[in-house]
């Protein structure tokens, strides 16, 4: 995905909430186009976008870009349970 591409989806997943957009740019710089499109993925298919990113990242995986990264991968149940709690669904 070249960095355009990836700019627009971090634009567009983020939903201007901040903490979305540093943790997407994080991934994309720190863990490279493969991982990034994944995660974009994963991130689709659970439905997360912008505070719900963050969420996911600051209260389930500690700020933990690797532990993040595989928790949307294998769209982690535990994950999910924090990410309900907190948006109080």
Known sequence: ???????????DMSLGIPGAIVV???VWKDAG?????????????????GSLIWLAYK???GQDLPRFIEGVRTRDEGMQEVVREA???
């Open 33 to 49: 186009e493969e991982t990034f499109s994944a995660v974009v993925a994963g991130l689709r298919a659970l439905n997360y976008k």
């Open 1 to 11: 995905m070249p960095y355009t591409d990836a700019k627009n989806t971090i634009v």
């Open 59 to 61: 209260d389930w995986a």
């Open 87 to 89: 948006e109080g669904r």
């Open 24 to 26: 997407l740019s994080q």
